[in-house]
């Protein structure tokens, strides 16, 4: 068997593929590559607004990722082998999406049917609040609900959504916003 | 040291982490990353243009991608140490780079100072050519230019960047686009 690499350091090889690299390098590869989407999305907003304004980067940002999270969501639960549509699946698809990565997240399963996800010290909070302009009511309170409604929906439309936590946040706490997934009937 | 899985078919586990997977999936998310990668790129461009003009939209993606591509190339060559100023070390980044990944470039190294990179398919190149606006000519031209010269340059600023071939092209079986990367050394 071949030697796995640790890195790229040696020779070009004509021949070179991740394949060919261990499995620690690549794990740090698929966290760096779920920053580098993070920091993507992030700067095409940020240009945006400052050419054309929140309004518009805001707009373009729905409108993206309503599209977008789906398509993650089927590519991520096609390579997981991820089937089903109760709430423990949606729990599974959402550790196994790029933003894993990214997020201190904890899951709760009380049982199949019910479940919390608690997010803390978000990234993209904390750049919100740093800028001050209130911009986490949009981000926060509208765009991360649809997407976990999205999400939900995708799996059952019987599964409902409900904010537990959303910013501002109290003081010191380090939960940026906790969500609670239902299904219903 | 618990066996490494294959998916994540078997039951809720809150602990889970991507460090369980065999390295076959975590090549196959690496792939899937790079094509999102690709996808929101195109994405946030797309509905730019459509809501203020393809002068905005391409003055964002030039912005966008000249503060990304000196971070993923710090990244990259920092994380799988590639080193040295040789045309060789752009061609390993070609190789490593997420997002080159889903565009597959043919790499030849012409001696220790020549690499010609030919991109055979290229999934922005069919978008552009089927919206028919020409919009080709900045983002191969202009744009790649800026872009491979930023590669090149982080290696060494003394590599020299050209394009051998660019759209339009011919018809669908012709290349997409050459380049030559190449540093001229004083006899």
């Known amino acids: 068997m071949t030697k796995l690499l640790p890195d790229y350091s040696g020779p070009f090889d004509p021949d070179f593929s991740h394949e060919k690299l261990s ?49 993650e969501l089927r590519s991520a639960c096609k390579l997981m082998k991820i089937k089903g549509n109760d709430v423990e699946t949606l729990m599974k698809a959402m550790q196994s999406t790029s933003w894993m990565w990214i997020h201190d ?28 302009t209130g911009r986490d ?49 | 040291m618990s066996e490494a899985i294959h998916d994540y078919s078997g039951a809720f586990d809150p602990s889970f982490d991507h460090g369980r997977l065999d390295r076959e999936t975590l090549v196959g998310l690496l792939r899937a990353y790079s094509n999102y990668i690709r996808k929101l790129d195109g994405h946030w461009y797309l509905s730019v243009m459509n809501k203020c003009g393809n002068d905005v939209a391409y003055d964002c993606d030039i912005d966008v991608w000249n503060k990304l591509m000196k ?79 930023t590669i090149a340059h982080h290696f060494n600023p003394k590599i020299k960047v050209a394009a051998l071939k660019l759209p339009p092209r011919r018809s669908v079986d012709d290349i997409c686009c050459k380049w030559e990367f190449k540093i001229e050394r004083k006899r």
């Open chain 2, 71 to 149: 971070f993923e190339l710090k990244v990259a060559s920092e994380m799988l140490n590639i080193r040295g100023g040789g045309v060789s070390s752009v061609a390993k980044y070609f190789q490593v780079s997420p997002w080159f990944w889903t565009f597959k470039p043919r790499l030849e190294l012409k001696g220790q100072d020549r690499l010609e990179v030919t991109f055979d398919k290229c999934p922005t190149l069919l978008a552009l050519e089927k919206e028919g606006s020409g919009r080709e000519s900045q983002i191969c031209s202009d744009m790649e230019q800026e872009l491979f010269k």
């Open chain 1, 105 to 132: 997240r904890t899951f709760e399963l009380k049982n199949k049917k019910h479940g919390i996800i608690t997010y803390r010290n978000c990234q993209t909070l904390q750049h919100l609040e740093n800028e001050g």
């Open chain 1, 23 to 71: 499995r620690e390098v690549l794990l740090k590869i698929l966290k760096e590559n779920s920053d580098y989407l993070r920091r993507l999305d992030g700067t095409w907003y940020i240009k945006v607004m400052d050419k054309c304004g929140n309004d518009v980067a805001f707009e373009c940002d729905y409108e993206i990722w309503v599209k977008f999270i789906l398509h």
């Open chain 1, 137 to 185: 009511r949009q981000i926060c309170h509208i765009l991360e609900k649809k997407l976990f409604e999205l999400m939900a929906q995708y799996f059952n439309p019987r599964i409902k959504v409900n904010a537990l936590k959303l910013p501002p946040r109290e003081k010191g706490s380090d939960i940026s916003c906790q969500w609670e997934y239902k299904l219903e009937g």
